[in-house]
Structure formats: structure tokens, C-alpha cells
């Protein structure tokens, strides 16, 4: 056991620096009216094809009211994957979780 706890500190567990890329990226919005005020939205992309990242896509579902014509409120649920390997560097991450946003339309 003590064995094991050396190398597992001897191990780095985390790394930070910068790293930059550009991912082309396709998407869509959806939104279906249920009356004048209530919305449910959806939407998602997906980008990298190996350009940057070699995948990385986007999806997320939300409920809003309209505030006033331009001006609206939503709440949802999203998830964000990315799978970057280039130059040694590996960026494999999930993220999701809930949001909450005030919106503009112009």
C-alpha cells in the first residue's frame, strides 16, 4: 500500500497551459410555438472533422417564455463532448448540466 500511494503521488493527476484551434462547425434551431408566450427550443452542432478537434458536438433542450417580442427567458438541460489529440496534447472531455438564460432576438 505505501508503494502504491508513492507512485500515485509521483504521478502528475492534472496539467494546465494554452492551446488554441479553429473547428468548422454545423448546427440547428428549433422552436415550436405552444402559444404566444411558451416555447420549447432545441439545438445542436457538431464541428472538428479532424480539421482541429477530431469530433466535437453540442446538443441541448429548453423550455422559455417570451417576455416581450424581443426579450425572452429559457431554462434547459445541455451536453457538450469534445475529442481533441494533436501534438501530444489530448483534450477528452463530456460537460452537461442545467442553464438558465435571458435572450434578445434582433
Do not use: C, H
Not at 440547428?28 to 480539421?51: I, S, Y
Amino acid at each position: 500500500k505505501a508503494l502504491a500511494k508513492q507512485i500515485e503521488q509521483a504521478l502528475p493527476t492534472s496539467q494546465s497551459g494554452d492551446r488554441w484551434w479553429i473547428d468548422p462547425i454545423i448546427g440547428l434551431r428549433g422552436q415550436v410555438n405552444f402559444t404566444r408566450w411558451l416555447f420549447l427550443a432545441l439545438q445542436g452542432d457538431v464541428g472538428g472533422f479532424g480539421a482541429g478537434s477530431q469530433i466535437a458536438w453540442f446538443a441541448s433542450g429548453a423550455i422559455g417564455i417570451n417576455i416581450t417580442r424581443n426579450v425572452f427567458l429559457e431554462t434547459g438541460y445541455r451536453f457538450f463532448y469534445m475529442d481533441y489529440v494533436k501534438s501530444g496534447v489530448t483534450y477528452d472531455a463530456a460537460e452537461s448540466g442545467l442553464f438558465m438564460g435571458v435572450g434578445v432576438k434582433f
